[in-house]
C-alpha cells in the first residue's frame, strides 16, 4: 500500500476544509487536503449562496450575526473575484409582523451591521418586481458567492506554499495510537486503490459527515444534519438579495446568483447526511413564499431544485426546531473533550465564517503543535486562475461577439465552446462531466443539458482515448445527477424541455441500452444503464 506523510492532514473540500488547508499552508506547514468528491462536493456546492451582512441572525443569535458582518467585511476584500456585491434588503411584507421592522433595525445597530431605512416607493424602483404593498425596507450589506471559484481559489493558493489536495478518496479510518491519532486510510473511490497517510495532526472538516469521522477516531460527536431545499428559478428576477423582514422561516430569502435568482430554503431534520429527498411540500412553499415577496413569482420558468445538509453541531441532541441551533461555529479539541490528542474538529458555523473557522482552528493547532505562527488570511487577496471573474453570462457573450471564444459552441445556453473543454480535460485526470459542469457550466442552463451532454461527451472520448463504454458511464452519470434536481419541479416549459431530452437521450441515442464500465467492485465489466427512477416522468400539478 501506498504512504505519504504530512505535518497537517485536513479531511473536507468543502470551504471550511480549503480555507483550513490555505490558512496551514500559508503559516508554512506542509499540509494535505482530502476529499471524497471534488471540491464543494457537500454542503459548500449546496448552499444558498448569500453572503451573510449578518442581518438574518440579527435579532434572535446576535454572536452569529457579529461574525457574519466581520467576515463579510474581510472576504469582499480577500476574494473580489468571488463575491458579488448585489447588496440586500429585508422587505417587511404585509405577511411580515409588523413589530419585528423595530427590533431588526435596533439589533442590527448594536451589533454594528450597517443598516438603512429607504422607502417603499425607492425600494420598487430599485426592484421593481416586489410585492407593491412593501411596509418597511432596510438596505444591508449582503453579497452573493461563487462558492466553486472561491474553494477552487483557496486550494490553488494553498497549492502555492506547497500544499497538496487530492480528491475523489474518501477517508475510511482513523489511525490512533497511544491516545494519539496519528494519520487516517484514504480510499481512492474511482479506482479503489487505498492510501496511508501519516499525520501530526488531523483536522476534521468534514461538515455534516463530522460525526462519523470523529466516530472512526473514538470520539462521539453529534454535528445534525438540517436539510434545506432551495430552488432556481431561470430568471434574475431581482439584482439585490431579497430577505423577508420577520423570524428566519422557510423560503424567506431570495438571491441573485448569476444568471439565476435561488429561492430558500426549508429547514428539516435527516437521519442521514447521504439520503435526503426533496419532498413535494418543500417545493410547493418556495413557490407560495415566493409569490408573497414577487407577486408573479410563480409565473417564472423554475429551473432546477437542490438541497443540502447544514452541520448543526450540539453537544446534546438538537431540538425539533433546528432553526434554533445556532449557527456560531464549534472548534473542538479532542485531547481535552476526548483524551484524544492531535485531532481536531471544526463544524457549524457558516459559508460566510469559514475564513475566521480556519483561522482560529489553525491558532489551536499551532499551540498544540507548541509553534508561533500568525494568520494572514485576512490580508491576502486570493485571484482566479480561471476565466470566471464572478461569472456572468454577459461576459461570455460579449467574448463570443469580438471573437475572443473561439471554437464550435458546445453548450448554447451557458456560452461554452469546445476549446474551454478540452482545455479543461487536458488538465484532468478523471472523466467525469460534473468536473466540467462546476469549472465551466456546461449543462447548468435551461436545457439542463439535453443538448450539451452527448456532443461533451463525444469530445471526452475523442480527447481522452477512453473506451465508449467509459465514456457511456460519463453521460449517464452526468444526466442522472441533473434528473434529480429537474424531478421535483416537472410542469409547465420544464416539463415540454424533458420530453424533449427523454426523447433525444431514450428514444434516439438508446440510452437504457447502452454498455456502460461498471463502477465498485464490478469494476472492469461491462453491464447496462439503470434507468430506475431515470426520465420516469410524472408531471407535478402547476
Ligand atoms: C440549505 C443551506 C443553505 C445555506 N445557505 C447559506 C448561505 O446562503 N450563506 C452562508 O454563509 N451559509 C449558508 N449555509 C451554510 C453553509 O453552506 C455551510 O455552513 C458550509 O458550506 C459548510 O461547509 P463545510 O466545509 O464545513 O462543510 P461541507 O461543504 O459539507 O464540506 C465537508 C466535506 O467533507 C467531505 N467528506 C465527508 N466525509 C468524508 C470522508 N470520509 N472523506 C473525505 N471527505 C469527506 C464531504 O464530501 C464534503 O465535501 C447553508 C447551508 C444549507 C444546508
Keep these: 500500500m501506498k504512504k505519504k506523510s504530512t505535518e497537517i492532514l485536513v479531511i473536507g473540500g468543502g470551504v471550511t476544509g480549503c480555507g483550513v488547508l490555505f490558512d496551514a499552508a500559508q503559516r508554512g506547514f506542509k499540509s494535505l487536503l482530502i476529499e471524497r468528491g471534488a471540491l464543494s462536493n457537500g454542503t459548500s456546492g449546496r448552499f444558498h449562496g448569500l453572503l451573510h451582512s449578518g442581518g438574518r441572525y440579527a ?21 473580489p473575484e468571488a463575491i458579488e456585491d448585489t447588496g440586500g434588503l429585508f422587505v417587511s411584507t404585509p405577511f411580515d409582523p409588523p413589530e419585528f421592522a423595530d427590533s431588526f433595525y435596533t439589533a442590527c445597530q448594536e451589533i ?27 438596505v444591508v450589506p449582503d453579497g452573493s458567492v461563487e462558492t466553486w ?21 474518501k477517508v475510511i479510518d482513523i489511525f490512533t495510537n497511544n491516545g494519539k491519532v496519528t494519520g487516517a486510510l484514504i480510499k481512492n473511490v474511482i479506482t479503489d486503490e487505498e492510501l496511508t497517510i501519516e499525520a501530526d495532526m ?4 468534514a461538515g455534516a459527515w463530522g460525526g462519523r469521522i470523529g466516530h472512526m477516531a473514538g470520539c462521539e460527536i453529534t454535528v445534525n444534519s438540517g436539510k434545506g431545499t432551495m430552488v432556481a428559478m431561470n430568471y434574475r428576477m431581482v439584482n439585490t438579495v431579497v430577505n423577508r423582514c420577520g423570524p428566519p422561516s422557510d423560503g424567506d430569502i431570495l438571491v441573485p446568483v448569476g444568471s439565476v435568482a435561488v429561492i430558500g430554503t426549508t429547514s428539516v431534520g435527516v ?33 432546477r431544485a437542490w438541497a443540502g445538509v447544514r ?23 479532542h485531547l481535552t473533550r ?42 491576502t487577496v486570493l485571484h482566479s486562475h480561471g476565466d470566471k471573474n464572478h461569472f456572468t453570462l454577459g461576459q461570455r457573450l460579449e467574448k463570443l461577439e469580438k471573437g475572443e471564444l473561439k471554437g464550435q459552441l458546445i453548450c448554447e445556453c451557458e456560452l461554452v465552446t469546445r476549446p474551454q473543454i478540452e482545455e479543461r480535460l ?24 439535453g443538448f450539451c451532454t452527448y456532443r461533451v461527451t463525444g469530445i471526452m472520448h475523442e480527447n481522452k482515448g477512453i473506451s465508449a463504454q467509459e465514456a457511456n458511464k460519463a453521460l449517464v452519470d452526468f444526466l442522472q445527477e441533473r434528473w434529480k434536481g429537474i424531478q421535483p419541479i416537472l410542469w409547465g416549459q420544464h416539463l415540454r424541455q424533458m420530453q424533449l431530452d427523454e426523447g433525444i437521450y431514450l428514444g434516439l441515442l438508446g440510452l437504457d441500452k447502452l454498455p456502460i464500465e461498471l463502477s465498485g467492485a464490478d469494476r472492469g465489466r461491462i453491464g447496462e444503464v439503470e434507468t430506475e427512477g431515470y426520465f420516469e416522468i410524472e408531471a407535478v400539478p402547476n
Excluded at 435579532?59 to 476574494?79: F, T
Excluded at 452541520?311 to 449557527?327: F, I, M, N, S
Excluded at 484524544?340 to 498544540?368: P, S
Aim: aromatic residues 6%; hydrophobic residues 35%; glycine residues 6%.
Design 59 to 79: 435579532v434572535k443569535d446576535a454572536d452569529a450575526a457579529r461574525e457574519c458582518i466581520e467576515e463579510n467585511i474581510i472576504l469582499r476584500k480577500i476574494m
Design 112 to 138: 454594528g451591521i450597517p443598516v438603512e431605512e429607504i422607502s417603499p416607493a425607492e425600494a420598487l424602483r430599485r426592484e421593481p418586481l416586489l410585492n407593491p404593498q412593501l411596509r418597511r425596507v432596510f
Design 149 to 169: 471559484e472561491a474553494c477552487q481559489m483557496l486550494v490553488d493558493s494553498a497549492k502555492e506554499y506547497g500544499a497538496e489536495a487530492l480528491l475523489y478518496r
Design 202 to 205: 488531523v483536522v476534521n472538516a
Design 271 to 303: 437521519p442521514d447526511p447521504d439520503d435526503y429527498p426533496i419532498e413535494d411540500w418543500e417545493v410547493e412553499r418556495m413557490f407560495n413564499k415566493g409569490e408573497e415577496m414577487i407577486p408573479s413569482f410563480k409565473k417564472f420558468r423554475a429551473l
Design 311 to 333: 452541520p448543526l453541531y450540539q453537544e446534546k441532541e438538537a431540538g425539533a426546531d433546528l432553526r434554533k441551533v445556532t449557527r456560531k461555529y464549534a472548534l473542538l479539541d
Design 338 to 379: 476526548d483524551g484524544v490528542d492531535n485531532f481536531v474538529t471544526i463544524t457549524g458555523g457558516k459559508w460566510t465564517t469559514y475564513r475566521m473557522m480556519a483561522e482560529h482552528t489553525l491558532d489551536m493547532v499551532c499551540q498544540k503543535l507548541g509553534t508561533e505562527r500568525p494568520c494572514k488570511t485576512a490580508t
Design 426 to 449: 487536458a488538465q484532468s485526470d478523471r472523466n467525469i462531466i460534473n468536473d466540467l459542469r462546476r469549472d465551466l457550466r456546461v449543462g447548468m442552463g435551461p436545457c439542463q443539458g
